[in-house]
C-alpha cells in the first residue's frame, strides 16, 4: 500500500477576515469566541437543506496529513470492525458527526456527495495496514473508512476515542475529497483533538490504561499549536446509556472554489510514530 505524501497545497477554508468579506461586512459579532459562524437554524433529521446567510462555516486550519493514511476506499459508517476477519476494536465508543457546507456567492449550502475519510490509531497507538518500526499491521483494515456526506451535508461514523503514541497528543486524523479518483479535485486535510479532562477520563481506562499516561498532551504537540484551538472536538456522553462512549458533532465550512494554501505541518521536532522516534519521512 502506498502511504501518501502531505507536503503538497490541499486547499484551504476562509479566514476570518475574508468571512466577513464574504458576508458584505457583517457584524463582527458573528464571529464568536473561538473565530467561528455557526448557522442560526438548528437543522433536525426532517429539515430540508436550505441555503443561509449566518453559516455553519468555520475557521479550520489545514494540517498534515501524516504517514499513515492508506486510501482503502473503505465505505462504511462503522469503521471499529477489520472486514478481513471481523475481529472489533476495543476502546470506548465514539460516534463522529461531520456537518459540511459549502461558501459560495455569500451564502453557506449544505455539501452533498462528498467524501469524507477518517483514520486513527487504536487504543494501543498504533495504526492499521502500515508497516512501522514499532509495529507491523499490514493486511489489517481496522479504524479506517470514508462516507459520502447526504443531503444535509453529514457524515457520521462509528470509532472509538484513540489512543496515544509517543510526541504526538490524542488526535484523529481526516480528509474531504470531491473526486476522489481525480487529481483534480477539491481536497482538504486536517486533524481532530480532544479536551484534556475527557482524555485524561477515557485514557484511565481499560484499554487505554496498560499503555501508561501519554507523554504528550495539547499544549506540548506542535502540530495541536497550529490548529489555534478550532480543532478541537467538544465531545459529550452518549444520551443512548445502554451504547455509552460519547458523541461528537464537527462542523466546517469550505470554500471550493478558493486557490489552495500551504498545509500547517508543525513543529519538525513533533510526530514521533507509534513506535518511538521519528515516522518515517519525519511527518506526524
Given at each position: 500500500m502506498e502511504l501518501h505524501d502531505d507536503d503538497k497545497p490541499i486547499?484551504?477554508?476562509?479566514?476570518?477576515?475574508?468571512?466577513?468579506?464574504?458576508?458584505?461586512?457583517?457584524?463582527?459579532?458573528?464571529?464568536?469566541?473561538?473565530?467561528?459562524?455557526?448557522?442560526?437554524?438548528?437543522?433536525t433529521g426532517t429539515a430540508t437543506p436550505t441555503a443561509t446567510a449566518v453559516p455553519t462555516c468555520v475557521v479550520k486550519p489545514a494540517l498534515t496529513e501524516g504517514p499513515y493514511f492508506v486510501d482503502e476506499m473503505l465505505n462504511r459508517s462503522d469503521i471499529r470492525i477489520d472486514p478481513t476477519d471481523d475481529s472489533v476494536q476495543e476502546g470506548i465508543l465514539l460516534k463522529l458527526i461531520y456537518h459540511v457546507t459549502n461558501v459560495?456567492?455569500?451564502i453557506c449550502e449544505p455539501l452533498e456527495g462528498v467524501q469524507v475519510d477518517v483514520w486513527h490509531c487504536n487504543a494501543e497507538g498504533a495504526y492499521s495496514?502500515?508497516?512501522?518500526p514499532g509495529f507491523s499491521t499490514e493486511g489489517q483494515k481496522w479504524l479506517r473508512g470514508y462516507q459520502v456526506t447526504d443531503e444535509m451535508g453529514m457524515?457520521?461514523?462509528?470509532?472509538?476515542?484513540?489512543?496515544?503514541?509517543?510526541?504526538r497528543t490524542t488526535h484523529i486524523h481526516f480528509k474531504i475529497r470531491t473526486d476522489p479518483e481525480s487529481d483534480t479535485g477539491y481536497e482538504f486535510t486536517s486533524q481532530l483533538f480532544f479536551d484534556e479532562d475527557l482524555t485524561d477520563i477515557v485514557q484511565a481506562q481499560e484499554p487505554y490504561a496498560a499503555k501508561g499516561y501519554r507523554d504528550t498532551l495539547n499544549e506540548d504537540d506542535g502540530i495541536f499549536q497550529e490548529s489555534e484551538g478550532l480543532l478541537t472536538l467538544d465531545a459529550i456522553?452518549?444520551?443512548?446509556?445502554?451504547?455509552?462512549?460519547?458523541?461528537?458533532?464537527?462542523?466546517?465550512?469550505?470554500?471550493?472554489?478558493?486557490?489552495?494554501?500551504?498545509?500547517s505541518s508543525g513543529d519538525?521536532?513533533?510526530?514521533?510514530?507509534?513506535?518511538?522516534?521519528?515516522?518515517?519521512?519525519?511527518?506526524p
Open positions: 486547499g484551504r477554508v476562509l479566514t476570518r477576515r475574508e468571512i466577513l468579506k464574504l458576508f458584505g461586512g457583517a457584524s463582527v459579532g458573528l464571529i464568536a469566541g473561538a473565530g467561528f459562524v455557526r448557522m442560526v437554524a438548528a437543522q459560495t456567492g455569500g495496514d502500515v508497516d512501522d457524515a457520521e461514523f462509528i470509532t472509538i476515542y484513540p489512543g496515544w503514541y509517543s510526541g456522553e452518549n444520551p443512548d446509556e445502554e451504547e455509552g462512549g460519547y458523541v461528537a458533532n464537527f462542523y466546517i465550512g469550505l470554500d471550493l472554489d478558493a486557490e489552495t494554501t500551504e498545509v519538525g521536532s513533533q510526530g514521533g510514530g507509534p513506535g518511538g522516534g521519528n515516522p518515517p519521512g519525519g511527518r
